[in-house]
């Protein structure tokens, strides 16, 4: 049986964490994540869990320290945000490539700088080609139930790679809403227990990032490449079994109301549940808007997606992150390369919004539906790379 | 947005635990049923400096996340905010705004750019010195927006808010009783004039 409770962001993930009950929490506290470490800390003392709560002094070493765990033989766990995750840069990519399934709650905040502590998407997006597997919750309950999923995921035999659950920093970190929580028993019965392949402790002799030399590291990323491949099977698989076990159904993305869609948002993150309430009043107005909320976006479900927006006429990647490429953010360049092979692409344009927490209300997403209703209309896409919510109108095209 | 949703801002100032207030309504709403959302909007954060928090309210889920900037009702739980900050900005003609003051209604209209909805003070900070022997707006102010809302049931609020300050102060348990105090005085002196 569910829980009917109501929790924060973070507290919905520490409670996951509590369940799972972890080899290792390797702690540096930043805002918004700080939270996490501090409610698990409150478990270690309570006894509520024995895991081994390692307090750093940098995420550099948070990062090393899940490393180290995970390759003993332990699920490691931590928690970052914003400069703590470009901190541990160099460590994710050692994570990722020596294979390690360690899991890393992050509460998306803008990276500096100028120094800001509010929700964008820049620093998991910076992330992005770091090797880790990335899923993005609209709120706590999606955050909590990523959480649960998480380590099946990333310890599948053919992935064996790490994972980041993101969620929005304040929006939904700090928002206490309504939640499902599952019991003890049933979670840890889904979870399960941790049975690596190899480790460092059990005998016989491994080496964990060593150095790899030209005649093999080309072969070690490409098996890499092809283990984020394997992700997409096993996210399946998992949100499979967690929907038959839970009763909540979760894939690559959430299509609402795309069935007949004509003009449609692909976005990531706790906007999602404004542009429903938008999509809600448009579609009482008898306009055929639709939404992609894309949870997962490593692996990229670039067939999936194009296949979902093969049908619309015009199309708005909503980007919360700044590309700082000249033409676009990373979503937008992911999506529309996704699109390129269909026979028919939608016309698309990139919005780039909620930059260093920025608000974006409902009015503000119907203004990105009228926009492309005007593009189907005309034919004509104008400005394809947009900043909406300036306070320089001049710069505001939408 | 559905229909029956109330839609409640927060004004106060860093320190005087209006965050905390917020989310005490947002536990009782939610005791009582319903769908809650509380959440706070941060910026640099100081001892007393202005801060917002937010609430929504509603028989169904709500799956909006920005901040209100039409509310149904507006706390401010620090009077000196009406001179530095918009409080009333967007609020319904038809919703209400509850002052944490000891002056009537009325002498604080000039401050409210024209606001022609129901103004109510509160003087909390009297209330809380007695029944907490110090100044704790926060209490008293949410007591008065439930009053002057009516988004909960009172009986029931009070019920929950019981249970509510035993879990909040299980470690102070000598707090309990101030609190409640504070409640069910606040509830009889919101005044409208």
């Known amino acids: 049986m569910s829980i009917r409770e109501r929790l924060s962001g973070n507290e919905a993930v520490a409670h996951a964490m509590r369940q799972i009950n972890p080899g290792v929490f390797a702690a540096f506290p930043i805002t918004p994540s700080t939270e996490i470490p501090q409610y698990f800390a409150q478990y270690v003392a309570d006894g509520a869990v024995d895991t081994e709560y390692v307090t750093v002094e940098s995420e550099h070493s948070s990062m090393s320290t899940c490393i180290g765990a995970q390759a003993a033989g332990v699920r490691a766990v931590t928690a970052t945000s914003s400069a703590g995750m470009a901190f541990m840069y160099e460590m994710l990519y050692v994570a990722a490539s020596s294979r390690l399934p360690i899991t890393l709650a992050c509460v998306n905040r803008a990276l500096t700088g100028p120094i800001n502590i509010n929700n ?96 093999f590291c080309m072969e070690h990323k490409v098996q890499q490449a092809e283990a984020m491949k394997n992700a997409k099977r096993a996210i399946l698989n998992v949100s499979a079994d967690f929907e038959k076990t839970f009763g909540r159904k979760y894939g690559f993305f959430e299509a609402y109301r795309m069935e007949d869609a004509e003009v449609a948002l692909v976005l990531i993150g706790s906007t999602a549940g404004t542009a429903k309430a938008c999509v809600e009043g448009l579609r009482e107005k008898g306009v055929k808007a639709g939404l992609i909320k894309l949870r997962v976006f490593r692996p990229f479900p670039a067939k999936e997606l194009a296949a979902a927006l093969s049908h619309v006429k015009a199309v708005a990647v909503m980007d919360k992150s700044e590309g700082n490429n000249g033409c676009g953010g990373p979503l937008y360049a992911e999506t529309a390369a996704a699109c390129y092979d269909l026979a028919h692409r939608p016309k698309m344009i990139d919005v780039v919004y909620g930059v260093a927490g920025r608000d974006c209300e409902v009015g503000d997403i119907e203004r990105v539906y009228r926009h492309l209703l005007r593009i189907a209309e005309t034919g004509e896409v104008g400005e394809k790379y947009i900043h909406m919510g300036v306070r320089t109108s001049e710069q505001e095209v939408l | ?160 808010m019981t249970e509510s300050f035993q879990h909040k102060f299980s470690t102070k348990p000598q707090v309990i009783k101030g609190n409640m105090n504070c409640l069910t005085e606040s509830l009889k002196e919101v005044r409208a004039e």
């Open chain 1, 120 to 215: 964008d998407h820049s620093d998991s997006m910076g992330a992005r080609d770091s090797g880790w597997l990335q899923l993005y919750a609209e709120n706590g309950q999606e955050a909590y139930d990523n959480f649960l999923q998480a380590m099946r995921i990333a310890e599948t035999a053919d992935v064996r790679l790490p994972i980041m659950i993101c969620q929005d920093g304040f929006i939904t970190s700090h928002a206490v809403e309504n939640i499902l929580l599952e019991e003890d028993a049933a979670v840890k019965a889904f979870v399960g227990d941790y049975t690596p392949r190899h480790t460092l402790l059990q005998g016989s002799a491994m080496a964990v990032g060593p150095y790899d030399t030209v005649a």
């Open chain 2, 1 to 160: 947005m559905t229909q029956n949703m109330v839609e409640i801002r927060w004004h106060g100032r860093g320190g005087q635990g209006t965050k905390t207030a917020c989310l005490l309504l947002a536990d009782a709403a939610f005791a009582a049923g319903k769908y809650v959302q509380g959440f706070p909007e941060y910026g640099p954060e100081r001892m007393g400096a202005p801060i917002t928090a937010y609430n929504r309210i509603s028989d169904a889920v709500c799956t909006v996340h920005s901040n209100i900037y039409q509310p149904d009702y507006v706390v401010v739980v620090d009077e000196s905010l009406l001179h530095t900050v918009d409080v009333t900005a967007g609020l319904k003609p038809e919703g209400a705004i509850v002052i944490n003051s000891p002056k009537a209604p009325k002498a604080l209209q000039p401050l409210l750019k024209g606001y022609a909805g129901r103004t109510y003070t509160i003087d909390a900070r009297r209330i809380s010195e007695a029944h907490l022997g110090g100044n704790f707006p926060n209490t008293p102010m949410l007591a008065a927006v439930v009053q002057v809302s009516k988004v909960l049931e009172v009986e029931r609020f009070l019920a929950d």
